[in-house]
């Protein structure tokens, strides 16, 4: 069984930065596709972005251009950088792996069958 275990949440003000991480506990999920979600209080959960094995990206079209996910194979970690923060981007972030190949750009959470705890990012304005 996988753990997969996200930290570097907090809150920042409107067009600061927070970077999260999320440590596997078994290196071939890391491998495989991982993926960043979200779930603001009243509000379904959405895919933020996704990352496949060869490298490829995804992200929604709220956060292009401001998040950029990477993976850390050294250390077990998928990270997502997010900069320009928006009060929107508010919400519980949750990291996701095991994804299907052909279906990790979708980023669509019902492909992924682990997940972590989550961390919560605050933006204030």
């Known amino acids: 069984q996988v753990h997969l275990v996200e930290s570097g949440g907090g809150s920042v003000q409107t067009g600061g930065s927070l970077r999260l991480s999320c440590v596997v506990s078994t290196i071939a999920y890391t491998r495989r596709c991982m993926g960043w979600f979200r779930q603001a209080p009243g509000k379904e959960r959405e895919g933020v972005a996704s990352i496949r094995s060869d490298g490829t990206t995804s992200y929604a079209d709220s956060v292009k251009g401001r998040f950029t996910i990477s993976k850390d194979y050294a250390k077990n970690r998928l990270d997502l950088q997010m900069n320009s923060l928006k009060p929107e981007d508010s919400a519980m972030f949750y990291c996701?792996?095991?994804?299907?190949?052909?279906?990790?750009?979708?980023?669509?959470?019902?492909?992924?069958?682990?997940w972590g705890q989550g961390t919560q990012v605050t933006v204030s304005s």
């Open positions: 996701a792996a095991g994804a299907p190949w052909h279906d990790c750009l979708r980023i669509n959470e019902f492909d992924f069958g682990n």
